[in-house]
């Protein structure tokens, strides 16, 4: 069975700082695709970032990058220069090839002034 | 922003009612899934469809169906609405099958069920 942990359910980040939201997975599938989505209190599901499981270099989308460590079933998101504005319910997810997203719990995300 | 769009955006509705959902996928998406999000979770996955076909479930009951109509917008229909139906209901499109796309999500519809 597929599933995704992420063990910080809140996180505080000082502003214009760095942060790293923690997220494992587990799955026996060789394909799949790891997905970051920010969530504001609007409800919709921003994209972030994209790994693919079989993607040697890891992930970074402007000040999003994804830290991939396979053998770990890790795939950690790394916020640097924090905004305000990033201040969210941040998902993990994982969809392995032709099947569904498994999300995990989130983790909420403030931004101190 | 993406070009998902859900509709309506809130509703409430009274236990044992029936409720559809609409959805309509972003332009050359072939491939429509659909979550149910409670309250302080993560979505969980109900079901998807993959040109007009169902091709995936999650564990929710028979009570919950749904459509995929030829341009590729979908529909959730919920019969029999229970209290715990109430959530934030996502879909979201992708362009393929796969795990090596992204999917795009609406804006989510809030159902509270009283």
């Known amino acids: 069975a597929q599933k995704i942990t992420q063990t910080q359910p809140g996180m505080f980040v000082q502003e214009k700082e760095a942060v790293t939201l923690d997220c494992t997975y587990d799955?026996?599938?060789?394909?799949?695709?790891l997905f970051w989505y920010k969530q504001p209190s609007s409800g919709e599901m921003i994209f972030l970032i994209y790994?693919?499981?079989?993607?040697?270099q890891n992930a970074t989308e402007g000040r999003y990058s994804l830290n991939f460590q396979k053998a770990r079933k890790s795939a950690n998101l790394v916020i640097s220069a924090s905004q305000l504005g990033d201040s969210a319910m941040y998902f993990c997810?994982?969809?392995?090839?032709?099947?569904?997203?498994?999300f995990g719990p989130g983790t909420r995300l403030s931004v101190l002034p | 922003e993406t070009g998902v769009t859900q509709s309506p955006t809130h509703l409430i509705k009274t236990r044992g009612q029936q409720v559809t959902l609409r959805c309509s996928s972003q332009s050359g998406h072939n491939t429509v899934s659909w979550y149910q999000q409670a309250l302080g979770q993560g979505p969980q996955f109900i079901f998807q469809y993959y040109r007009e076909e169902e091709n995936g479930r999650g564990n929710f009951p028979p009570r919950f169906s749904g459509l995929q109509f030829p341009n590729y917008s979908s529909e959730l229909n919920v019969n029999a609405l229970e209290l715990d139906d109430s959530a934030l209901y996502l879909c979201?499109?992708?362009?393929?099958?796969?795990?090596?796309?992204?999917?795009?999500f609406g804006q989510g519809t809030r159902l509270t069920v009283v």
């Open positions: 790994q693919g499981s079989y993607d040697q």
């Open positions: 979201a499109s992708s362009e393929r099958q796969g795990g090596s796309t992204e999917a795009f």
């Open positions: 799955t026996s599938d060789p394909s799949y695709g």
């Open positions: 997810a994982m969809r392995p090839y032709g099947q569904n997203f498994v």
